[in-house]
């Protein structure tokens, strides 16, 4: 089972500085990253910065359609022009599907504000206890959807289709 967690830290930089926290952990084997993005939020800015990870991401990467949309459905990040506009709803459904449900979208959105950061992970293979133990050091706070093997794979095949678009 793949788990989309997102570790939210009271400042804008938090979350690119607990990045080196996170390529430990994988080093360690105490997590296995299968995508990963960051979004950051300066205080004196309207939307945030995203940024997805390339470098830390497994062979069987969402790819950037995934970030790209949710960031949308979270932050209202106009991704298309006026057409996205129209979408959300069905978006918001879709995501629903595949267990990222209404819920999980507002409280990051409540949470994740300008002033601070968030680092969300796609993984499987964690050691909860440890990882927990380790980016409780960070100050980060957790927010986690959990999803099972079969909506993962729709997650993946939804989005593999979107970039291919």
Do not use: C
């Amino acid at each position: 089972m793949g788990t989309l967690t997102v570790w939210k830290f009271d400042s804008a930089g938090g979350a690119e500085s607990a990045l080196q926290l996170l390529k430990q952990l994988q080093k360690e084997e105490l997590i296995r990253i299968d995508d990963a993005a960051y979004v950051f939020w300066p205080a004196d800015r309207k939307k945030p910065k995203t940024q997805q990870l390339h470098d830390m991401s497994g062979a069987g990467a969402l790819g950037g359609s995934f970030w790209g949309l949710l960031f949308g459905l979270i932050f209202f990040v106009p991704l298309l022009g006026l057409a996205v506009g129209a979408a959300m709803g069905a978006l918001s459904g879709s995501m629903a599907d595949v267990g990222i449900d209404d819920g999980f979208i507002k409280e990051v959105r409540e949470k994740v504000t300008p002033g601070t950061s968030a680092l969300f992970v796609m993984s499987s293979n964690v050691v909860p206890d440890k990882v927990l133990e380790r980016f409780g050091t960070t100050g980060a706070s957790l927010i986690s959807t959990n999803l099972s093997g079969e909506q993962e794979a729709r997650l993946r095949e939804a989005f593999s289709e979107v970039e291919h678009v």
